[in-house]
């Protein structure tokens, strides 16, 4: 009887530790799912769509009025070609990033209530949690590249938006007079 009693004790404390292990795994997790989601948010589409439309219009205004170049503006053109072909790039890469971090957050949600329910075996829990922490490295790779794109499209733009702008303008000006 007794024997049957130290038995239970220590599968309860086995179970529980598991089970502790596996929620501060959990919260890890969560920790580095808000991290990756706080990143995300600080990226401003609009930013993106913003540059591009300012591509456009001064692509229009060079066809319009640019007739020659030099080798400088020649450059930064295609540079300024580079940013605007990124963009679509940048947004499938953000809608994928955008739908694979909600779907970790509410995977995350319900492996934290399958684990307070008790409803996954202690001995599977780890593999639950390696599988979830698999899932949010590939978010933070595509959240790599997102941010590369993303910084590479606005600091083109920031550089080049002004610079072309300004070349077609007196280019406009020499040829209305």
Do not use: W
């Not at 990226?43 to 007739?67: F, M, Q, R």
């Amino acid at each position: 009887m007794m024997r049957k009693v130290a038995s239970i004790c220590f599968l309860i404390i086995f179970f529980s530790a598991c089970n502790y292990k596996g929620s501060e795994k959990l919260e890890q997790l969560k920790n580095k799912i808000t991290t990756a989601n706080d990143t995300f948010q600080a990226i401003e589409p609009s930013l993106v769509t913003k540059a591009a439309k300012g591509y456009n219009s001064n692509l229009e205004l060079v066809k319009k009025c640019v007739d020659s170049a030099e080798n400088d503006f020649s450059q930064a053109m295609n540079n300024y070609k580079g940013m605007k072909k990124s963009t679509p790039d940048f947004f499938n890469s953000y809608s994928l990033t955008k739908k694979n971090l909600s779907n970790e957050i509410s995977q995350l949600e319900m492996l934290a209530k399958d684990l307070e329910n008790n409803f996954i075996p202690a001995d599977s829990i780890p593999l639950y949690l390696n599988l979830e922490e698999e899932n949010i490295d590939i978010i933070f790779s595509d959240l790599h590249e997102l941010t590369l794109l993303y910084n590479f499209i606005i600091e083109t733009n920031d550089s080049l938006y002004p610079y072309v702008k300004d070349f077609a303008e007196k280019y406009c000006k020499k040829n209305e007079k």
